[in-house]
């Protein structure tokens, strides 16, 4: 069973509460706009493809019931304008993740040509939304299955040496099914790198300080039966000095692409492309690209999220005694483990520059860069 971080049918919204992950598989419904704004702030659902969808598949919900009971404006313009609302306030959960900015301006401009049809209806607009924000919930994994596929093709041309036949894979954050529609984008190149039985080990950060290495990558990777590890995020650097576990690539996620190849991803990346150069092993970023931001030219105009102290200060899970078997839903709890009245600085992203980036991994294949150092990532969306 493939694990489902979004569930959707007929205006009927569902995610995994990823707060509660990987201790209990809970899910929480979403029936409006609100809820799904909320739902993306609190981290319920996180990851830069999975917010984009669960942000517009909220919308559709929403629109879904309002038509169902009749309260919708029956005037095209009026519900476009409804829609148009909606989007800028969903836009503004979270800032860094360049996908839903990208989601909400193609639909968008998707309800704008639809009011101009001449006798359209509020209706006729709600339906073409609906209809667009369900395509991308499909085209998400669809998209995610070739990243897999030309990142495994890669790292297998790329980055085993010839006298092997596997690779060693770290990753850092969590970028699977929990972060997209389905598969995931690094993980999914992990995931075919195991079905092609090219895998030899994967390994995860725990990715400090909200631990979707630990609790989630590490839970697919368990649920996928991959064979890992789960080390912290200062263990990196031992890990790829070792002699005897060659890592032979780290892919991560992006959760925006600048033009030149600049890439903005959770906190710990940039390190961890830092570490790869000194140790001459392969760097990779996987992304659809609904991340790339063509009219963002460098990583230094990218707004990084900054978050709350309390997710530096205070750490979330269960208590070691509970039995995971029992019948009874273990309780997440949250204990603090900083001094009080320390000051915290907790930016959730940081920037790592083109320059040590050796490809990024799309749904139309991998970009490098040409003789000129430069990465021409608008090729990409020629065709
Ligand atoms: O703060 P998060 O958990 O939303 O950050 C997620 C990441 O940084 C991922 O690497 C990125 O969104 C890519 S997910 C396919």
């Known amino acids: 069973m493939t694990l489902q971080a979004i569930q959707y049918s007929n205006g009927n919204l569902a995610i995994i509460d990823q707060l509660q992950l990987p201790h209990v598989e809970k899910y929480l419904t979403i029936r409006t706009s609100e809820e799904g704004w909320h739902a993306i702030k609190e981290m319920r659902v996180r990851g830069a493809p999975a917010i984009a969808i669960v942000a517009a598949l909220s919308l559709a919900s929403e629109l879904v019931t309002l038509m169902a009971s009749n309260e919708l404006s029956p005037n095209a313009v009026d519900t476009q304008a409804f829609i148009t609302e909606k989007l800028r306030y969903l836009v503004s959960s979270r800032p860094t993740a360049v996908n839903l900015g990208d989601a909400a301006a193609k639909l968008q401009a998707i309800v704008v040509e639809s009011a101009k049809l001449p006798e359209s209806t509020g209706h006729n607009v709600a339906a073409e939304f609906i209809k667009a924000a369900e395509a991308m919930l499909v085209k998400d994994v669809e998209d995610n299955k070739k990243i897999g596929e030309y990142g495994a093709i890669w790292v297998s041309r790329n980055a085993i040496p010839a006298n092997d036949s596997k690779a060693t894979i770290l990753t850092h954050c969590n970028t699977g099914s929990l972060a997209t529609s389905g598969y995931g984008t690094a993980l999914g190149v992990i995931r075919a790198l195991a079905s092609n039985n090219i895998l030899r080990h994967a390994y995860c950060t725990e990715t400090r300080p909200y631990n979707q290495g630990s609790r989630l990558t590490a839970f697919e990777l368990v649920h996928d039966c991959i064979p890992a590890t789960l080390i912290t995020d200062s ?149």
């Open 235 to 383: 263990m990196a650097a031992a890990l790829l000095a070792k002699t005897d576990t060659r890592v032979n690539a780290i892919i991560v996620g992006a959760d925006r692409v600048a033009a030149n190849g600049d890439t903005a991803n959770k906190i710990g990346t940039y390190g961890l492309a830092v570490l790869a150069r000194h140790h001459g092993v392969k760097f990779l970023v996987a992304a659809p690209l609904t991340t790339i931001d063509l009219a963002t030219k460098t990583g230094a105009e990218i707004i990084i999220e900054e978050r709350p102290a309390s997710e530096v200060t205070m750490i979330r899970g269960i208590c070691e005694n509970s039995n995971v078997d029992s019948c009874e839903t273990p309780q997440v709890q949250t204990v603090c483990t900083a001094a009080k009245g320390i000051n915290v600085w907790n930016p959730a992203f940081d920037i790592t520059p083109r320059t040590l980036i050796d490809g990024i991994i799309t749904e139309k294949g991998v970009a490098e860069k040409g003789p000129d150092g430069v990465f021409h990532l608008e090729d990409l969306f020629r065709g």
